[in-house]
């Protein structure tokens, strides 16, 4: 029951905080005179829903209690019960977003299954137009919420704190706030289809998206109450970067997850409060009755694709640099060399960040924008190849030569980067204006897309888990299931999006659940190649499972690598070192005769992190 | 040990909290970018002749007046001075209720001229609505501090909660500076 406490009183909270503000919302809907509308009293009932839930789940006890001179409430539960609870410790809230994405991860991949199934023969098959969209929307809207908050909220929450040495992050509260800002989001999400679904898939243009179904709006205020979790996690990971590092980790020293984590912080700092305008116009036209694309008063639909896209551009680099960061993790420490050209990587990153700002239009070439705007923006497209050509360039460099260990995080480490060629090269025909005219909006776009996104982010993420599993929950995995389905993985994964390319060329249109019946032996294949890969993750469940409970117990440094998080035992200890560690050489100096990393115990005895 | 658990690293608390106040400004600061280009974007130049001019500039002026009190009052806190600072921070409490007043008045007045419906009237109340939102988040926390204040939880050696206060509400008066010449000058 102490486990539960805290869910049971934020819901309680979050019922009288709906009672109240959707009372506030009937009061101005029928002071305006507005009838045929519920959406005021949903959306007003759900800010303060959301607040009530909030202080409930444990932001008074841990925070507000202060704020009227009380003294904050230590939570009192620990051991498991801790994992449903308002903790503050980095590491719980890391294991938190991790089972939670996970979950969304395979339930996602449940309704991809479910599309495919209707698009395995032309025509209606399982579904209607209406579901299919609603079906298509969900699993796009999840997918990018795995995609950004997987790695930076488990990966960069558990581990980047003991990369740099530290003991907690920046704003433990803050920290814990932005994890328990995600269930509504969830609640919202699986509430749409009973309000009729949102068939706008996660971009949500309008006009359509102001005057569908309420599911809409569900799917406007998650969005948003995500965003304000993303900004919250941005926050907290620049500060830790820069307040927390120990004593010698210099930023030359810094991992270079940390670096993909602080530059991916960067931008959802910025860009997501952009976006939060956009979705908030649509949402005042919803319900305000205001008129920003209402094209008649004066509105225009194009801004909303401007602001979003200001966003949701950078928001891919926000889910590829942690990702590049893993990677070029894993293939160091598997190369047994040292990172090849990091400071230019480093530099990378940032130009990434900086190109990432000023692109944004490459979505909108079909969308009636101004002309002039084509060529810049297809130049500085363009451009961003460079920078990421470099990150290639330094996995290459550092495996040249190396003796490659060629375990599980290593392999995906190398599918990762085979994919991910391909989604750079494809997307060099969506950035040139004349051919995007032609593939935007077909299968061309999907396939491109779920290369960097699947291929790469899901693959980054896969590494991550497989090399970071053993020191999150102390034990060790089935080697022989982990590659089994990698290769499982990654064989299906290819033949399921090879011949999407060619679908989109030869005309068939995303977000549409029918297509010519010329392509239907093709995508019949695709579907049956789609389930065939989407198995593959029952392989991952089981081994991910049953190596928690009954897995081998796992050294503290499985990989012998030299990287601080594996110099603790696994899992790591309450409070990470027990003393502040002393940095005082370069993370990545393998077969560097007398390189150290750190030295963890300064003022006893040399129990120092050299060799390799 | 104790204290270098304290200052871990080169950081204090003090330090690290103010960067993650600066990062949360610059974070709002993209907001209230995409609400003036949005401003700029579809309306342009294009001003109505109906705005009440007197009525922006007087509580333009209120605004940054009361950024003055909120400097004292955090000045007051910092040299232990507790009369002054609670006597600053209801002067500072007092101008924020008479700029939400004014905007008030503002509204109603707009909805008359220029109702949410228009162009332009969609622009006016989700920029003047999303400051005044902000404005009215100040007042709470202002008078959280108040009374946080009088039960003597400040002292001039730690007074991080009021700082970062005030600190917030001089972003509220450099965002209502962005803002009102967007509305109310430019043509």
């Given at each position: 029951m102490a486990a539960l406490t805290g869910i049971i009183k934020g819901l309680i909270f979050a019922l009288i905080g709906f009672i109240f503000g959707g009372g506030i919302g009937f009061l101005l809907i029928n002071a305006a005179g507005r009838?045929?509308?519920n959406e005021p009293v949903i959306a007003l009932g759900y800010l303060f829903a959301l607040i009530g839930w909030l202080f409930g789940a444990g932001l008074w006890d841990a925070w507000g209690r202060e704020w009227v001179g009380l003294p904050a409430r230590k939570l009192e539960v620990n051991g498991w019960k801790r994992y449903f609870r308002f903790c503050t410790n980095h590491k719980v809230i890391g294991v938190q977003y991790l089972v939670t994405f996970v979950f969304l991860f395979l339930f996602a991949g449940l309704l991809a299954m479910l599309m495919r199934t209707e698009l395995i023969a032309p025509g209606q098959t399982i579904m209607g137009p209406n579901t299919y969209n609603t079906t298509m929307s969900l699993h796009g809207i999840i997918m990018i919420a795995v995609a950004v908050a997987t790695i930076m909220g488990a990966f960069a929450n558990f581990f980047l704190p003991i990369l740099i040495g530290a003991e907690d992050v920046a704003f433990p509260r803050v920290n814990a706030l932005s994890f328990w800002l995600l269930p509504p989001v969830v609640i919202l999400l699986l509430l749409t289809p009973l309000f009729g679904g949102f068939d706008t898939g996660w971009t949500a243009y309008p006009p359509l998206s102001v005057i569908n179904a309420t599911g809409s709006l569900f799917f406007l205020m998650a969005f948003i109450t995500f965003g304000i979790s993303s900004i919250l996690g941005g926050l907290n990971f620049i500060t830790t970067v820069i307040t927390q590092r120990a004593s010698g980790m210099t930023w030359g020293r810094l991992p270079i997850f940390a670096w993909g984590i602080f530059t991916a912080s960067m931008i959802s700092l910025t860009a997501t409060s952009f976006v939060a305008v956009g979705l908030i116009q649509v949402v005042l036209d919803r319900v305000a009755g205001t008129s920003f694309f209402n094209a008649s008063q004066g509105g225009n639909p194009l801004l909303y694709e401007h602001i979003f896209w200001f966003y949701s551009h950078p928001a891919v680099y926000i889910m590829i640099l942690p990702g590049f960061g893993i990677i070029l993790e894993v293939i160091t420490h598997f190369s047994r060399k040292p990172l090849f050209a990091y400071k230019w990587v480093v530099g990378s990153f940032f130009f990434i960040v900086f190109l990432g700002f000023i692109?944004?239009?490459?979505?909108?070439?079909?969308?009636?924008?101004?002309?002039?705007l084509y060529i810049p923006f297809m130049v500085t497209t363009e451009l961003i190849s460079i920078p990421t050509g470099v990150v290639f360039l330094s996995a290459l460099g550092t495996m040249w030569l190396g003796r490659l260990w060629l375990r599980p995080p290593m392999l995906f480490a190398l599918g990762y980067l085979f994919n991910f060629l391909i989604g750079g090269v494809t997307g060099i025909f969506n950035a040139d204006v004349p051919t995007d005219i032609h593939l935007h909006d077909t299968y061309f776009i999907v396939a491109h897309f779920h290369y960097t996104m699947m291929g790469g982010v899901i693959f980054a993420l896969m590494a991550g888990i497989y090399y970071w599993f053993p020191k999150l929950t102390g034990r060790m995995y089935n080697e022989t299931l982990a590659k089994v389905h990698f290769w499982w993985m990654f064989i299906m994964f290819n033949v399921t999006f090879i011949p999407m390319f060619w679908l989109g060329i030869n005309g068939m249109n995303r977000r549409v659940f029918d297509y010519p019946e010329a392509l239907g032996g093709v995508n019949m294949f695709v579907s049956i190649a789609a389930f065939l890969l989407g198995a593959s993750f029952l392989v991952f469940l089981t081994n991910m499972v049953y190596s928690w409970l009954r897995g081998p117990v796992a050294e503290a440094n499985p990989w012998r690598a030299?990287?601080?998080?594996?110099?603790?035992?696994s899992p790591p200890p309450e409070e990470n070192f027990p003393e502040p560690p002393q940095v005082v050489g370069d993370?990545?100096?393998?077969?560097?005769?007398?390189?150290?990393?750190?030295?963890?115990n300064p003022a006893g005895s040399a129990l120092n992190t050299g060799g390799g | 040990m104790a204290l270098a658990k304290e200052i871990h690293g080169a950081y204090s608390r003090l330090h690290t909290n103010r960067l993650g106040l600066w990062l949360f400004f610059l974070s709002e600061l993209f907001i209230f970018a995409a609400l003036i280009s949005s401003r700029f974007y579809l309306q342009g130049f294009y001003r109505p002749a109906e705005l009440n001019q007197l009525l922006g500039l007087v509580i333009s002026v209120i605004l940054v007046l009361s950024s003055l009190t909120a400097y004292r009052a955090e000045i007051a806190s910092a040299h232990g001075d507790q009369r002054r600072f609670r006597l600053n921070i209801l002067f500072t409490i007092s101008l924020g209720l008479i700029f939400l007043i004014g905007v008030v008045i503002e509204w109603r007045e707009g909805f008359h001229f220029f109702p949410p419906s228009t162009g332009f009237g969609t622009l006016f109340f989700t920029m003047t609505g999303v400051h005044a939102f902000h404005v009215l988040t100040g007042i709470i926390a202002l008078t959280i501090l108040y009374f946080l204040g009088r039960s003597g939880r400040f002292t001039s050696g730690s007074y991080w909660g009021v700082e970062g206060v005030v600190k917030y509400w001089h972003f509220v008066d450099v965002a209502w500076v962005l803002i009102y010449p967007t509305l109310y000058l430019v043509s």
């Open positions: 009838s045929g509308t692109v944004w239009a490459h979505h909108l070439n079909t969308s009636g924008m101004s002309d002039y030299r990287t601080l998080e594996w110099q603790i035992s993370p990545y100096g393998y077969g560097i005769p007398g390189s150290v990393h750190a030295v963890l | -």
